[in-house]
């Protein structure tokens, strides 16, 4: 209407009459109501995937298991489900035994079969020993099989602690006593390297040094305990791991004798001591599952690389007069999941920062009482570190002793040996051992680390160890060698597997709160620089060049991260802890 003229009828020409004039005018509308939720939008499916996969806490962690055993310790028993089922060392002697004395009160001696110690058993309904009724040594379960020998759960690490800690110095054979809150123990010894007077500190612990940084030691030298790196190693193999020398100006005194112990921590700058000092604890972990929610499987037709060990044992030479073929090692691989989501929203680790990683914790029960007998208490287990496991004069280490305080686990809530007699088929009582199963929320040891706010990093200094040992009262290795018959050789096995869920920046963030934003809530405050300190998180599917992030399938909301784990059941004795694989080659766009 506004480009509407309206001329009266009477101007359109001279002497025009009047006309009754009518405009029709259009009933046009030019807006409408908006209806809710009335929209149209194009969704980018990738662009949902990420926010669902980045925004989820649920995980399912798997793994698989490669289990490696040595059976090492052959022993003798009168307990007949026990001797029934051994790999035999002298069936012959034992058999002519049993015809002439006429009873079956004859001392059989062999090695436990490898079902004794593998993370499945596949034994069920042997007679007399795990048949599923009250005949047999316990009510064997099928569907349990997995659970009566080991026990797997889920675990992180919460919280630092302070252990006091003791080891045995390998070349003066000295004993080293410390907290872990004081750093890593040393001895002294004078040395020369190319004309130059060294003052050497070899330690049972890897320093985790490099030349040109510090170390603050507990004793001082004119009140001065900052002294910097000019060497590591001493042309040993491995040595740069274990020894670190300073240069001697010509200090004299007794501070730097031979034979000197104490306590160092590392240092990266001495300009800066308190800020770039590091820090020393034992880690805490709480367990996040229940036994009844771990799944082991084989692994399909996946063996390990050794052979299997075994023998076929003669009707006449077993004293049931039963023809077998007694497995002594196995070969099998297993996989290991969880029949439920873990959802991690909310926890965070031990330097109160978002989760990163998750633990799969080993637990040894040993239901069926071949193992764990309690020396001065009620607990079977005994706990402790890289430096505890080498041998002390041909005698296991001292640690492994009789001091419930720091050797035994008994810091974890649930943790305790049952005992319970059975009535043998001699009529004679045996009593057995096994430990409880860990449950939801417990808490358990873990391994000594190192922290440096400078750098936000954690370094672990040793894995923590779990020692078993046979119950002499069922089962005797008779080892006439050793000279303390409470700290028998055993078997050993790393208790927490790393499995990482995200992944840390390699690059250290710096800012400050007035001019920086995003600063995390996980970032260190540095009082030299007056800086926050922090390392980003990387988002699920991202992978830099250097290898580093994560990119696990996701599915249905949920995260399922995987790792493989070398599962090692060693004697004690043995010189090597670790398997040593070769690196994969780096590859890209020139290669």
């Avoid at 962690?61 to 003798?76: D, V």
């Avoid at 009707?315 to 989501?341: C, H, M, W």
């Amino acid at each position: 209407m506004d480009n509407t003229k309206i001329v009266l009828s009477t101007k359109r020409y001279k002497s025009a009459p009047n006309v009754s004039s009518m405009i029709d005018v259009p009933l046009v509308q030019t807006s409408k109501n908006i209806i809710e939720y009335d929209r149209s939008e194009n969704i980018d499916l990738n662009d949902v995937f990420d926010n669902e996969r980045q925004t989820s806490n649920k995980f399912r962690p798997l793994s698989k298991i490669t289990f490696l055993f040595k059976n090492t310790y052959f022993g003798e028993t009168n307990y007949k489900p026990f001797y029934e089922n051994l790999y035999y060392v002298n069936a012959l002697e034992s058999s002519r035994q049993f015809c002439s004395n006429g009873n079956s009160n004859v001392y059989w001696s062999g090695y436990p079969l490898y079902n004794e110690f593998d993370l499945m058993r596949t034994d069920n309904d042997t007679d007399g020993y795990t048949t599923p009724n009250t005949n047999g040594q316990i009510n064997f379960v099928s569907t349990s099989a997995s659970s009566y020998n080991w026990n797997f759960f889920l675990s992180y690490p919460f919280e630092n602690v302070q252990k006091s800690m003791y080891a045995v110095e390998p070349q003066t054979n000295q004993d080293l006593f410390w907290n872990s809150v004081n750093g890593l123990p040393f001895i002294i010894s004078n040395t020369t390297s190319n004309g130059r007077n060294l003052i050497t500190f070899r330690s049972v612990c890897k320093h985790g040094l490099s030349v040109g940084e510090f170390v603050e030691l507990s004793i001082n030298y004119d009140g001065r305990n900052v002294f910097q790196v000019e060497q590591l190693g001493d042309g040993g193999f491995n040595s740069d791991l274990f020894i670190f020398s300073i240069s001697n100006i010509g200090y004299t005194g007794n501070t730097f004798l031979d034979g000197t112990t104490g306590t160092f921590k590392r240092v990266i700058d001495g300009n800066n001591v308190e800020s770039t000092k590091s820090e020393y604890y034992v880690r805490k972990h709480k367990i996040l599952t229940n036994q009844s929610q771990s799944v082991l499987t084989n692994a399909g037709f996946e063996l390990n690389p050794f052979k299997v060990q075994k023998q076929y044992e003669p009707s006449a030479l077993t004293p049931n007069q039963i023809s077998r073929i007694s497995v002594k090692e196995g070969s099998q691989t297993y996989n290991l999941s969880f029949s439920d989501n873990l959802d991690i929203g909310g926890l965070i680790d031990n330097q109160q920062r978002p989760l990163t990683e998750l633990y799969f914790t080993f637990q040894w029960i040993g239901e069926l009482g071949w193992t764990s007998k309690p020396t001065y208490s009620q607990y079977a287990l005994k706990q402790g570190f890289d430096f505890n496991i080498p041998l002390r004069d041909g005698q296991p280490n001292d640690w492994w002793d009789n001091d419930p305080q720091n050797q035994n686990p008994n810091s974890y809530v649930g943790i305790e040996t049952e005992s319970y007699v059975k009535e043998s088929f001699n009529n004679i009582q045996k009593i057995f051992y096994s430990n409880k199963p860990m449950v939801k929320d417990d808490v358990i040891d873990g391994d000594f680390c190192e922290w440096n706010n400078s750098e936000y990093t954690e370094r672990v200094i040793s894995n923590i160890y779990h020692k078993i040992i046979y119950n002499e009262n069922v089962f005797d290795i008779n080892l006439t060698n050793q000279s303390n018959e409470l700290n028998p050789l055993g078997f050993y096995y790393q208790v927490h597997y790393p499995i990482t869920i995200r992944s840390f920046s390699p690059y250290l963030e710096d800012g400050n709160s007035e001019t920086t934003s995003g600063i995390p809530d996980w970032a260190t405050y540095n009082d030299s620089t007056k800086n926050f300190i922090w390392r980003d998180i990387y988002q699920y599917g991202f992978v830099d060049n250097d290898g580093v992030g994560v990119d696990y399938p996701f599915l249905n909301g949920v995260h399922y991260p995987y790792t493989n784990i070398i599962f090692r059941l060693i004697p004690e004795g043995t010189s090597s802890i670790n398997l040593n694989t070769v690196p994969l080659p780096t590859t890209d766009e020139c290669e």
